[in-house]
Nanobody, 116 residues
Framework: QVHVVESGGGSVQPGGSLRLSCTVS???????MRWYRQAPGKEREFVAL????????KYQDSVKGRFTISGDFAKNMMFLQMNSLRPDDTAVYYC??????????WGQGTQVTVSS
């Protein structure tokens, strides 16, 4: 049985920081770990990814320099350090694990609210 658990969301003022965590149990190492987000009334969008091969990272332009994705592939854990948060970062954040056979698993989502 798959268990994907996210944590770390919350409410902060503009300029603040949050760290999201996500883990999946029961499987071998994922190939890619990703974060997405969905703001009210908008479609889900890509935020960041990290690959097991070479630890390559990629970011959405609006979060470059502010967010950092990291991961422990041996433990199937990923993190998203979010600094200099802005009101337009407000969204539900979802983690995603992608495996080499194209299986993919999503977290339940965690709310991030940036407001003064």
């Amino acid at each position: 049985q798959v268990h994907v658990v996210e944590s770390g969301g919350g409410s902060v003022q503009p300029g603040g920081s949050l760290r999201l965590s996500c883990t999946v149990s029961g499987f071998t190492s994922a190939s890619v770990m990703r974060w997405y987000r969905q703001a009210p009334g908008k479609e889900r969008e890509f935020v960041a990814l990290i690959t097991r091969a070479g630890d390559m990272t990629k970011y959405q332009d609006s979060v470059k320099g502010r967010f950092t994705i990291s991961g422990d592939f041996a433990k199937n854990m990923m993190f998203l350090q979010m600094n200099s948060l802005r009101p337009d970062d407000t969204a539900v954040y979802y983690c995603n694990f992608l495996y080499s056979d194209q299986r993919t698993y999503w977290g339940q989502g965690t709310q991030v609210t940036v407001s003064s």
